[in-house]
């Protein structure tokens, strides 16, 4: 449990020997507290009052990283039960699971798919993380397609097998590239647990009832394991979320150490829509890692952009650079139009311009990151802000003529702006949808 300055305070020495940098020990406790300091820097804390104090530092969820490299995925560390506290801070990482006895060719083609499925949409990339490999069939099979996968893809791995020998096999092959061990059981854990602390990966740690996981976490916990996902089997969507939200709330809420780790899903449906639809539920609430078979484009757009919503942080709204930017060959006659530079809205009215093949300008007014209606009710968007973001880009210099299309959901600002900034204002449509059209006409 995270203390506060004052309960660190009282653990200090208070001897205000300024050795840590601060004017007095207080001052210590609570930059100690808001982590703007380790705790190393105090020279004369007692041994026994450090280790309690490292203890309650301690993270309510556990972070645990799985691969290496650009492609690492980091899981768990969340604070909060809901978004609107604070934020998420480390998005579910959502992974494929093939089996091992897929023939080579069509292995090679899904692993390749895999790794192709990256997007961009407003302004970022985003991609998949995992690569689950199955062991289905004989144990030299499975060695050889994780030789295979390793030398496919960078993506993460999470290895699935009960057999501790075909484990061991593909471990020998990948163990630097940090993968995930699927799963250790009742039946296995001392086994498990022994090879995730050899090869140094994290290991899953799988039981039905939330009573039984705790048991085992803390018997890998006293073994000497601490790099620990959580899975509580293959369940209906509701008793799933219903496992999920009680794993949530106690690390956090209770602070049970025991079950402060990383959560995965599997996700085991032949219907690739209700696959999609379950799979959303579990990102929505509240796993770190999301295993599904159905390898297909719009599937996993449909995810990754579920994620990318949810991850975003609310009180700071994807947002461009305020400036103008050039779409397609652009003239001295290209028209000129003004929006915020919310991600969303710039990247829509973008679509729609390319879509016109007309070559335009669009200059995004600073509203920090509100949309067009939202930064108006606000007064971000206001003939003030958009005739001084036209006189700050350089926009007024790169055309020879004086008119400026504005959004028609703000049409009533229209003759204030013109006499504020000079030019001929042009009302624009409402919903970007329409700009080819319009653009076509003026």
């Known amino acids: 449990m995270a203390l506060s300055g004052l309960d660190i305070y009282k653990l200090l020495p208070k001897t205000n020997c300024r050795k840590c940098g601060y004017s007095t ?8 507290a808001k982590k703007q300091v380790v705790l190393d820097k105090c020279p004369s804390i007692n041994p026994e ?9 301690l993270p309510p969820i556990r972070l645990v990283t799985i691969g290496v490299g650009d492609n690492k995925v980091d899981v768990g560390n969340e ?13 579910t990482a959502i992974g494929f699971i093939i089996d091992s006895n897929v023939g080579d060719a069509d292995f090679e083609n899904k692993i390749k798919l895999i790794d192709s499925l990256n997007f961009e949409r407003v302004g970022q990339v985003i991609k998949v993380n995992l690569i689950a ?7 030299t099979d499975f060695v050889d397609k994780v030789r295979k996968v390793s030398e496919l893809s960078s993506l993460a791995l999470v290895l699935m097998s009960s057999d ?4 061991k096999g593909a471990l020998e092959i990948c163990s630097k590239q940090k993968p995930l061990i699927y799963a250790a059981t009742e039946q296995n854990i001392s086994d498990f647990v022994g090879l995730a602390k050899t090869y140094s990966v994290p290991l899953v ?10 048991e085992l976490s803390q018997k890998a916990n006293q073994e000497g394991l601490a790099d620990i996902v959580l899975d509580t089997g293959i369940k209906s969507i509701t008793k799933k979320i219903e496992d999920l939200t009680y794993l949530r709330r106690l690390s956090l809420k209770k602070k049970k150490r025991s079950l402060g780790y990383p959560i995965v899903a599997l996700v085991e449906n032949d219907d690739p829509f209700q696959e999609a639809i379950e799979a959303g539920t579990y990102i929505s609430k509240y796993a770190s890692i999301v295993l599904i078979k159905t390898v297909e484009s719009w599937q996993t757009l ?6 990318q919503n949810i991850y975003t942080d609310p009180q700071k709204p994807l947002q461009v650079e305020a400036k103008a930017y050039s779409i397609g060959q652009v003239t001295e006659q290209s028209p000129v139009m003004v929006t915020t530079n919310f991600s969303l809205t710039y990247y829509t009215v973008l679509g729609e311009v390319e879509a016109s093949k007309i070559p335009s300008y669009i200059l995004c007014v ?5 949309s067009v209606l939202t930064a108006w009710a606000a007064e971000k968007f206001t003939p003030e802000k958009i005739s001084d973001s036209l006189n700050k880009s350089g926009i007024k210099d790169k055309v020879n003529h004086k008119r400026i299309i504005i959004p028609g959901y703000v049409s009533v600002m229209s003759g204030d702006l013109e006499e504020k900034s000079g030019c001929e204002i042009i009302v624009g449509p409402k919903e970007a949808s329409g700009l080819p059209s319009f653009l076509k006409k003026i």
Not at 25 to 32: I, K, Q
Not at 133 to 139: A, H, K, M, N
Not at 205 to 214: G, H, M, V
Not at 302 to 307: F, H, Q
């Open 205 to 214: 740690i799988c039981a039905d009832e939330l009573e039984k996981i705790e």
């Open 49 to 57: 009052v450090k280790g309690t104090l490292e203890q309650a530092s």
């Open 79 to 91: 604070t909060v039960m809901f978004r609107h506290e604070e934020k998420f801070h480390h998005p």
């Open 164 to 167: 501790i020998e075909a484990l």
């Open 366 to 370: 600073d509203t920090e990151g509100m």
């Open 25 to 32: 020990c207080l001052a210590f406790a609570m930059a100690l």
């Open 133 to 139: 490999l199955r062991q289905s069939g004989d144990s």
């Open 302 to 307: 449909a995810l990754l952009t579920l994620r």
